[in-house]
């Protein structure tokens, strides 16, 4: 296609902010009744949407070259801002040392090691037939709540998350326009909306650690096999959000579709305002004027400043080795 698809850009870029919010939201979900419903809202489709595109854009994974390239995009970036968040967390926190270790992902670099494992599973799971594949994918994704792993190398979010990147992998673009219709659309916002309905009256207590992907069933409180059923609960509503989202994305490009190119950078830099401004009085002031639909306003400054192509061209370079090249003089 010679014509870059802007639906893609559309979904990331709303996607990404509503990862943003999401993380603004967090220091509130305990305050405030409504502001928890929307955060869990939020996580029952949001990152299994972003997984599932990028399963999307793996559909070349056994070209030559590839490994190299995902290597050099997901694993170097990993290490350099290991690196930069753990000093930054020295600082911040007022830390004796700079802890650095390299297996625990800080903070949001866990997607990074995912994307990176979830590339490699498909040198087995895509030769595998579709229905056996994800069925696999599913049995260690509950499988996965068994480990007492949680953080180290994100083994616990590769495993719970990749049903989402395979089926995003198997689906194509003629598989997803199926849901441009407008009954399917009017559909998708009455699920979107009871959904966000049900969790607010329906589950008002439902732990938001559920839906993290990083948890055992043990540091959940609850028996294997009731962890199970939980877990296939939650995957069958976030799918279907997730469907139901994809189906209201639009498919033509505008101004903020630029950014939806960018989504990495925003993804990966946000981290360094939102733990600023969670260790100011910021917080106690949103409180203090019950102000959270502000939130929404904080985030969308911040992918539009981070997500602007002068940060993309300072960070670029450690973001994506890619760096200027050098005019050659005129003779």
């Not at 998708?188 to 969790?199: N, P």
Request: overall charge positive; aromatic content about 20%; glycine content about 6%.
């Amino acid at each position: 296609m010679s014509e870059r698809d802007y639906y893609f850009d559309n979904a990331k870029f709303v996607l990404v902010l509503l990862v943003v919010f999401g993380h603004f939201l967090r220091p509130y979900i305990d305050e405030v009744l409504w502001v928890h419903s929307l955060y869990i809202w939020i996580f029952f489709f949001h990152m299994p949407a972003f997984i599932f595109i990028s399963g999307y854009f793996a559909k070349n994974f056994h070209q030559r070259g590839y490994f190299k390239k995902i290597t050099k995009k997901l694993l170097l970036p990993y290490l350099i801002f290991q690196l930069l968040y753990s000093v930054y967390y020295y600082f911040l926190y007022q830390k004796d040392s700079i802890e650095f270790d390299l297996f625990t992902p800080q903070w949001s670099l866990w997607f990074l090691i995912s994307l990176f494992s979830w590339n490699l599973l498909l040198w087995i799971f895509a030769k595998i037939p579709k229905h056996v594949s994800l069925s696999l994918s599913l049995l260690l994704g509950v499988g996965a709540g068994m480990l007492d792993a949680e953080k180290w190398l994100s083994i616990s979010r590769t495993f719970t998350f990749f049903p989402f990147f395979l089926l995003g992998y198997f689906l194509h673009k003629h598989d997803i326009e199926r849901l441009f219709t407008w009954r399917l659309r009017s559909f998708s916002l009455f699920i979107l909306a009871g959904m966000f309905m049900m969790i607010h009256f329906g589950f008002p207590d439902l732990p938001q650690e559920w839906l993290y992907g990083s948890k055992s069933y043990d540091t959940l409180g609850v028996p294997e096999e009731k962890g199970i059923v939980g877990r296939l609960v939650i995957y069958g509503a976030s799918t279907l959000m997730m469907l139901c989202f994809l189906a209201l994305v639009p498919n033509r490009r505008f101004s903020f579709s630029v950014l939806g190119a960018r989504t990495f950078y925003i993804y990966i830099l946000h981290g360094f305002i939102l733990k600023y401004l969670h260790e100011t009085k910021f917080p106690d002031f949103i409180m203090s004027i019950h102000g959270y639909p502000l939130l929404l306003g904080l985030s969308v400054i911040v992918v539009l400043v981070l997500g602007s192509a002068p940060i993309a061209r300072i960070m670029r370079p450690l973001l994506e080795w890619q760096f200027p090249k050098r005019k050659q003089a005129v003779s």
